[in-house]
């Protein structure tokens, strides 16, 4: 049922670090490429990284910077360290794979991440 399982959310301050881990099942993560959702209050989901099977990342402008996203192929997770954070990071991160031929996406239930002033 839960495909990709997240990890690492929590509550910290303003400026402050955070690591969160994406475990996947090893047929889902070698055949796409994974990122990072987040959806904060009153607003659409949106992308914040993306690496692909290569190890190629893009970032949304808003983490640019401050956020990296990782992949362990050995251990079948993907990785987003949140440094400098804001109370404008505060949402629900969720992980994401992208499978193609034919596409299809498998989503974590998601972590909560909350950035205290």
């Known amino acids: 049922q839960v495909q990709l399982v997240e990890s690492g959310g929590g509550l910290v301050q303003t400026g402050g670090s955070l690591r969160l881990s994406c475990a996947a099942s090893?047929?889902?993560?070698?055949?796409?490429?994974m990122g990072w959702y987040r959806q904060a209050p009153g607003k659409q989901r949106e992308l914040v990284a993306v690496?692909?099977?290569?190890?190629?990342?893009t970032y949304a402008d808003s983490v640019k910077g401050r956020f990296t996203i990782s992949r362990d192929n050995a251990k079948n997770t993907v990785s987003l360290q949140m440094k400098s954070l804001k109370p404008a990071d505060t949402a629900v991160y969720y992980c994401?794979?992208?499978?193609?031929?034919?596409?299809?996406?498998?989503w974590g239930q998601g972590t909560q991440v909350t950035v205290s002033s």
């Open positions: 690496i692909t099977r290569s190890g190629m990342t």
């Open positions: 090893r047929s889902i993560f070698s055949s796409g490429n």
């Open positions: 994401n794979a992208e499978i193609l031929n034919p596409p299809v996406h498998y």
